[in-house]
């Protein structure tokens, strides 16, 4: 049973973002500079979505430089930035039912956003759904030079997260990660469908009825970014 043992020591939610929280399509991206530059789509997503994008996530490349490493790598004519920058950033949309639920965590339960992510994706997250309301903390691979599942990104986590391990509950939409953050200590469920995340936390009596009187946690926020 889910439920067992964690109604009082879950101290920390860990919920990542993309197909969790927002929706996300990557063929837009492809679509896009396909039009741009005649290239199959099929062709560029290899390039795109493989070890360039990986060091863009980790905060590695600046993304005028992962733009130009691209065209490198796929043969393309040189881009404007803009053209770039539509294609790459505005393929989000909001998932609200997950979203909602996030406003119902148990009070005095943390909340803590993480995800792989770089500064383009996270402004066109930013742009759909503002994670200020319902988070106490966000922790992005760009910024600390850390992905899932690195060891120094579930440090940043945990840190955030103010807790243990085996306090925390970790929501992600891959097993993979889950299952690797399960040998980290930090247990966690997959996120395979819209209503996932409401009968994850659910199941563990990490839901509210409604959403706490104040809030999830009363008084001055100051949400932690790193």
Do not use: Q
């Not at 492809?30 to 493989?50: D, H, I, Q, Y």
């Amino acid at each position: 049973d889910p439920r067992a043992g964690h109604e009082a020591v879950t101290r920390a939610i860990l919920v990542d973002l993309g197909k969790v929280l927002v929706g996300f399509d990557h063929g837009i991206t492809c679509e896009r500079l396909a039009e741009a530059t005649g290239v199959p789509a099929g062709r560029l997503r290899g390039v795109l979505f493989g070890p360039l994008e990986s060091e863009l996530d980790r905060g590695r490349l600046r993304p005028d430089e992962f733009f130009r490493a691209c065209e490198r790598e796929a043969g393309l004519p040189r881009l404007p930035d803009p053209v770039w920058v539509r294609a790459w950033r505005d393929i989000f949309h909001p998932l609200p039912g997950a979203i909602a639920a996030l406003s119902r965590v148990r009070a005095g339960v943390r909340r803590v956003l993480v995800s792989n992510t770089n500064v383009l994706h996270w402004e066109g997250v930013l742009s759909v759904f503002d994670p200020v309301p319902l988070f106490d903390a966000v922790v992005l691979s760009y910024r600390i030079g850390a992905a899932k599942p690195e060891a120094a990104f579930w440090s940043a986590a945990l840190a955030a997260a103010a807790c243990a391990p085996a306090e925390c509950v970790y929501a992600d939409d891959r097993p993979e990660l889950v299952e690797a953050a399960a040998r980290a200590g930090i247990p966690g469920f997959v996120v395979d469908g819209p209503a996932a995340l409401v009968s994850g936390l659910e199941a563990r009596r990490l839901l509210a009825e409604t959403p706490p009187p104040g809030g999830n946690t009363p008084g001055p926020r100051d949400v932690r970014l790193s």
